[in-house]
T-cell receptor, first 114, second 113 residues
Framework: AQSVTQPDIHITVSEGASLELRCNYS??????LFWYVQSPGQGLQLLLK??????LVQGIKGFEAEFKRSQSSFNLRKPSVHWSDAAEYFC????????????FGGGTRVLVKP | DSGVTQTPKHLITATGQRVTLRCSPR?????VYWYQQSLDQGLQFLIQ???????AKGNILERFSAQQFPDLHSELNLSSLELGDSALYFC????????????FGPGTRLTVT
């Protein structure tokens, strides 16, 4: 069965500083990987996805993520955070063999200091 | 705006009652997924439909059921409600099953009192 671990429950970062959110997955083959963001009281917005090909993927709002097969990781990065990036971020994995359902990590809540 | 709509936005009901949550997928999407988000369980997959047929089941209770109609909208029925069923219920849609991203609706917040 597939699983996702987000080791950091909370991260506090200063506005303008860089941000990296960690994600490790467990799956036998190459999965489909996603990052979603959830602002308070809102739904989940897709930031970026990895299906195959280039292991560095670009997303919306200036985010990028790198797939590292050897480390079973898919970390999310942003070079300079804005106050509006304060939200909860979820890493997710899907596998066609499992019906493409999303398995989510526990989420990382990002707080942005002025 | 993802293009996925869910109604109602909020629902407050009593234990033992039955409710129906409705989801309309993005135009052209054939697959609908239901997820539950709660503080103790996080985000969990409940069930998936593709073009009217059940495709996959997750940790969905027997008290819960769903269906997808010919116009591709979906309904999630929750019966004999318990306090622990209080959660955010999300619907997501994708064009097909494998290899396509899922877009989420705004969710329905269910409170069982």
């Amino acid at each position: 069965a597939q699983s996702v671990t987000q080791p950091d429950i909370h991260i506090t970062v200063s506005e303008g500083a860089s941000l990296e959110l960690r994600c490790n997955y467990s799956y036998g083959a190459t999965p489909y990987l996603f990052w979603y963001v959830q602002s308070p009281g809102q739904g989940l917005q897709l930031l970026l996805k990895y299906f195959s090909g280039d292991t560095l993927v670009q997303g919306i709002k200036g985010f990028e993520a790198e797939f590292k097969r050897s480390q079973s990781s898919f970390n999310l990065r942003k070079p300079s955070v804005h106050w509006s990036d304060a939200a909860e971020y979820f890493c997710a994995v899907a596998a066609e063999a499992a019906g493409n359902k999303l398995t989510f990590g526990g989420g990382t809540r990002v707080l942005v200091k002025p | 705006d993802s293009g996925v709509t869910q109604t109602p936005k909020h629902l407050i009901t009593a234990t033992g009652q039955r409710v129906t949550l409705r989801c309309s997928p993005r135009s052209g999407d054939l697959s609908v997924y239901w997820y539950q988000q709660s503080l103790d369980q996080g985000l969990q997959f409940l069930i998936q439909y593709y073009n009217g047929e059940e495709r996959a089941k997750g940790n969905i209770l027997e008290r819960f059921s769903a269906q997808q109609f010919p116009d591709l909208h979906s309904e999630l029925n929750l019966s004999s409600l318990e306090l622990g069923d209080s959660a955010l219920y999300f619907c997501a849609s994708s064009f097909r099953t494998g290899g396509y991203e899922q877009y989420f609706g705004p969710g329905t917040r269910l409170t069982v009192t």
